[in-house]
């Protein structure tokens, strides 16, 4: 079945560009000049919220809010002191933002804060991290909350906060001491990756290249085929709809060629330097996190010496998976549906999942190159006379591929041809499932769905 619906995707070969692309946005509102900013996405909210940073030695006690479209000034009635350097994150489990020390003019900080979107709240922990920044933080999936690692030159700790508590981790292995490291978590994987930084011996300093993993339990040294130019201060997060680790800029060492247009992507076994055009100058004074509505990296900070701006890296041609039609509409029995995370990328695997009502042990999943037409029929196709009332079809059945169902449930992996024609390239699919209570055909159908193929 899945040789034959990769020569059906093949009749619609046609050239096709594959790239990431960079876009300045001109939003009406703007954050002031800042460096040392938090950044960080509001995965529930579908918004991207920035706080603190400062400029010629003055601090600000700000929380922003970037919809997209534009950034406005969040009206709190309390918030963290005015603070450079702070490690802040977005927990996933509790839907909020945690943020950490950082500096104020009073020096050093051990405070914990929490932001749910419209004020922010002290938190009193039993225990805290030492105060030294930085800290670089994010929400850890085996930790059910948020994961710091300190990115100093002296200490490498680790702790992890579970919305009541600090609580400093034992790891057997640890990268070793570095300053401004770069970090994310990669949800598909479950591993917060660390890139990078810059480390010191008693001479010199000097930029790194080592790639480090963090399990929840312990952090490995990983090894690649190819490796990232050394730097130190990069941007790095995770793009969930292309499941990669992106990283970006940074400082790279002395008399390196600057990587102007760069991007780095880890699909968590290797690294693949992407050129992009149109790249924004990026330092060691930006953020990144990733918009997971709108799917694309949106990065904010310094872009010249003296001013701020806004810049977002998306997939030109991104893949996508969508039900466009209801099959049956008299109460419906079975489903289809893509695993999490799971789209039509070139030179990849799809998942699908077709899942049967009681008693179901089989299923035909139909692939089409039309959804208006099959033959001469038009579509929809009322399947009421042929004995399936209530229900059509909705797909050109081009390609029909028969699947077991064990315990109603069937898995179905599709394997998307390495061929750059495919990009862009729309097809159909549509379920027929067994169904031994419906009457006059013991028969039902799915809803439909319409897929994109892509390139990351």
Do not use: K
């Amino acid at each position: 079945m899945i040789v034959r619906v990769v020569c059906l995707l093949l009749l619609l070969v046609a050239p096709s560009a594959a790239q990431l692309g960079w876009v300045l946005r001109n939003p009406a509102n703007l954050p002031s000049v800042r460096s040392g900013h938090g950044l960080a996405y509001d995965v529930q909210r579908g918004h991207t919220v920035c706080y603190g940073g400062a400029w010629l030695s003055q601090p600000y006690r700000e929380t922003w809010l970037w919809d997209g479209s534009d950034w406005s000034l969040v009206p709190t009635t309390q918030s963290p002191l005015a603070v450079v350097d702070s490690a802040m994150a977005y927990d996933v489990s509790r839907g909020r933002f945690v943020l950490y020390g950082g500096r104020s003019t009073n020096g050093s900080l051990t405070e914990t804060w929490e932001f749910d979107g419209l004020d922010w709240t002290e938190r009193f922990p039993q225990h805290v991290p030492p105060g030294a920044v930085p800290y670089a933080m994010v929400w850890c999936g085996p930790l059910r909350g948020m994961f710091m690692f300190r990115i100093s030159p002296h200490q490498n700790d680790s702790w992890a906060f579970d919305g009541s508590d600090w609580n400093m981790l034992s790891p057997q292995t640890s990268p070793p001491p570095r300053e401004s490291a770069a970090m994310a978590y990669d949800v598909a994987r479950e591993r917060v990756v660390l890139f990078g930084g810059r480390g010191y011996t008693s001479t010199a300093t000097i930029e790194l290249d080592d790639h480090w993993e963090f399990d929840g339990a312990n952090w490995t040294q990983i090894h690649t085929a190819t490796v990232p130019t050394a730097r130190f201060g990069a941007c790095m997060a995770y793009d969930a709809h292309r499941q990669r680790i992106v990283m970006h800029g940074g400082i790279l060492p002395l008399g390196h060629p600057i990587e102007q247009n760069t991007v780095w992507d880890y699909d968590g076994i290797d690294w693949q330097r992407r050129t992009v055009a149109g790249l924004p100058r990026v330092g060691t004074q930006s953020r990144m996190v990733y918009d997971t509505q709108r799917r694309r990296m949106v990065t904010f900070g310094l872009y010249t010496s003296s001013s701020v701006a806004t810049w977002e890296l998306y997939a030109t041609r991104p893949a996508a998976y969508g039900r466009f039609a209801v099959g049956c509409a008299n109460n419906p029995r079975a489903t289809l549906a893509p695993f999490p995370l799971s789209f039509p990328w070139q030179g990849d695997a799809f998942l699908l999942q077709i899942a049967g009502p009681p008693g179901s042990d089989r299923a035909w999943l139909l692939t089409g190159l039309s959804n208006r037409s099959f033959g001469p029929a038009p579509l929809p196709f009322d399947l009421g006379p042929l004995g399936i009332p209530g229900c059509d079809l909705l797909v050109s059945p081009d390609v029909i591929g028969g699947v077991p169902l064990v315990g109603q449930m069937a898995h179905i992996t599709i394997l998307i041809p390495t061929d750059p024609r495919l990009v862009g390239r729309l097809f159909y699919q549509q379920a027929v499932v067994a169904d031994p209570l419906a009457a006059p055909l013991p028969l039902t159908v799915t809803d439909a769905f319409v897929g994109l193929i892509g390139s990351r």
